[in-house]
């Protein structure tokens, strides 16, 4: 986990998938063609039945089909005749080693999972932080006030860090901000691991928080801008899993130390060493490719250089020798395609930017899910899945911890399932599937305060659909339609807008949930919730497109205008 990205392979093999393209097309970052050694020029353009062939569209790594190697990959051609007669009917895609693949993924994830990690160990840390034997502090003794600001400076930083980013996300660049976001959690997870008072607690509070929003909104961006396109939805749902391992990281952290004397500074400072792998991580790994070419288009340094730049990247990144003809080819068709773009526009833009055009609507669908994914209850059911419980017959507070982890581990199940799918199925069955099933887990809570009291294991069950179909809807799937569906010229700030959205609303609905359930009883607020989630079903199937197996510039020519 600690190696570098230029590091040579752990398992000394390369894979390569194939399948019967659809359709020709174009796809710049993501495609090349492949020439024939000894002809003068692409064997594709000797025919007119070959087409630019997409190198990262094939299904998920984790489908079942069988993987083969192409002989055209391993043996040269002696003319495009011999070319012609060994690839008539099926799509070249290039090997890829895995360790070119499985850094510019890690690194950036290690965030999401620093910020489920203290999700996870907060749980804890409350608890041993207010107890007078174990506090080791005399200002143990919080208010109720006190205590919501340790709980949830994280989250206001959170929300800080998502403002701050938003107009400078694009001169920031991808790799910077994430190399801020890796010094942040450092410094506040050691600040709140050794602070002296409550006051430097929640100024280490905040910071990490700030980490966490700069996290999530590089973390998507950078994995979503360099990896291959065929795996692109498998591997930033793999993200989301990242985040539920930190949250189970964070209870088995806390359930070692809950006993120890000062053990919520443990909780806190364990996320340290991790952050500094995830600083060492990304000080390896290459700018994105794409941001570079962003740059280059917008006037903001030299085009050859930053040119130039990309390539190098792309190369390092795809685990190819420097500089090689496939990334060059690679760089030059995505630079003529952001140069169309921004033809196209002829202002340089603004902070407004976001609400026009083809990035209103990806900011609509994007906002959108991440926005339905709070309003139908998920702050709320999940971090009240305590009380729930206890309401319907399990009232031993002694196992509340045993029984975050049975949920923690069935939150990992089915993200897994997503992981293994996404790339399978696409990202509108699992949507709908899911927030069908949501809405469905929501009517029987409230049909369980309502009238089926007397059945306890109707609340334990709708709560495990609940999260079932959540974790395999809008946990993954809106990250990852959020980090696809902006163009490329506002792609930073829409996500900046995206993740200031998801916190802001998770802070509204958190904080509403107890004066909503005493206001309307918990059978109404959930009957409340299970409308929601209606409502955002409706809106998935009207609004929500298909984006399996696209690239990201597909995404916008072809789907956003």
């Known amino acids: 986990m600690a190696c570098s990205a230029t590091t040579q392979p752990l398992l000394n093999f390369e894979l390569s998938h194939s399948h019967q393209p659809k359709r020709p097309y174009s796809l710049p970052l993501c ?3 492949k020439k024939p050694r000894l002809s003068p020029k692409p064997f594709f353009s000797q025919s007119k039945d070959y087409t630019k062939i997409n190198i990262f569209s094939s299904p998920s790594l984790f489908s079942r089909q069988k993987l083969g190697s192409h002989v055209a990959a391993q043996s040269g051609y002696s003319s495009g005749e011999e070319a012609e007669s060994l690839l008539p009917d099926s799509a070249y895609q290039e090997p890829f080693s895995w360790s070119s693949v499985i850094f510019p993924f890690l690194f950036p994830a290690l965030g999401g999972l620093l910020f489920g990690y203290d999700i996870g160990a907060t749980s804890g840390a409350t608890i041993s932080l207010q107890s007078p034997e174990l506090s080791v502090t005399t200002w143990f003794n919080l208010s109720a006030i006190q205590l919501g600001l340790v709980v949830s400076g994280s989250l206001y930083g959170a929300l800080l860090g998502s403002l701050l980013v938003y107009p400078i996300a694009d001169s920031l660049g991808r790799r910077r901000e994430l190399l801020i976001a890796a010094l942040l959690y450092v410094l506040g997870g050691v600040l709140t691991a050794f602070a002296p008072g409550l006051s430097v607690l929640l100024v280490g509070r905040l910071l990490y928080g700030l980490g966490i929003g700069l ?7 950078y994995i979503a801008e360099t990896c291959p396109s065929q795996i692109r939805g498998t591997l930033i749902s793999l993200k989301e899993l990242f985040i539920v391992l930190g949250i189970l990281l964070g209870y088995f952290v806390g359930s070692f130390q809950i006993n120890a004397v000062g053990g919520w500074r443990y909780m806190y400072g364990c996320s340290a060493p991790v952050a500094l792998l995830m600083g060492l991580g990304m000080w390896s790994l290459p700018p994105s490719p794409r941001w570079l070419i962003l740059r280059a288009v917008q006037g903001k ?7 130039e730049k990309a390539i190098l990247a792309l190369s390092k990144l795809r685990g190819r020798a420097p500089g090689d ?7 030059e068709d995505t630079l003529i395609s952001v140069k169309s773009a921004y033809m196209e526009q002829e202002s340089e833009g603004n902070i407004l930017e976001v609400f026009q055009g083809p990035s209103l609507k990806a900011f609509i669908i994007g906002g959108g899910l991440v926005l339905f994914q709070q309003i139908t209850g998920q702050p709320s059911v999940l971090y009240y ?7 319907a017959g ?12 049975v949920v923690g581990l069935f939150k990992l199940l089915m993200t897994w399932i997503a992981v293994a799918k996404v790339d399978d199925l696409g990202r509108r069955p699992l949507l709908i599937g899911g927030v069908g099933g949501i809405a469905l887990s929501l009517f029987l809570l409230c049909a369980y305060y309502k009238f089926l009291g007397e059945f306890p294991y109707v609340a334990v069950a709708a709560l495990l659909l609940y999260v079932g179909c959540y974790q395999i809807s809008f946990g993954p799937i809106s990250w ?8 490329l010229r506002t792609r930073g700030k829409g996500i900046s807008l995206a993740v200031l959205t998801n916190f802001g609303s998770n802070a509204i609905v958190t904080f509403a949930f107890s004066p909503l359930k005493e206001l309307l009883g918990a059978e109404n607020l959930f009957l409340l919730f299970g409308g929601i989630a209606l409502i955002s079903l409706l809106f998935v199937a009207l609004y929500v497109p298909e984006t399996k197996g696209l690239s990201l510039e597909e995404i916008e020519s072809k789907i956003l205008k």
């Not at 899945?385 to 309401?391: D, F, H, K, R």
């Not at 399990?394 to 982890?405: C, G, M």
């Not at 990852?480 to 163009?487: D, H, K, N, Q």
């Open 31 to 33: 495609s090349f063609i």
């Open 215 to 221: 996290a999530m909104h590089g973390a998507p961006l």
């Open 301 to 307: 340094g030299s085009l050859q250089e930053l040119k």
């Open 325 to 331: 003809a496939a990334s060059e080819k690679q760089i």
């Open 385 to 391: 899945a305590g009380p729930i419980l206890q309401s």
């Open 394 to 405: 399990f009232s031993a507070a002694a196992d509340a911890t045993r029984l975050s982890v």
């Open 480 to 487: 990852l339609m959020v980090s696809e569906i902006f163009p």
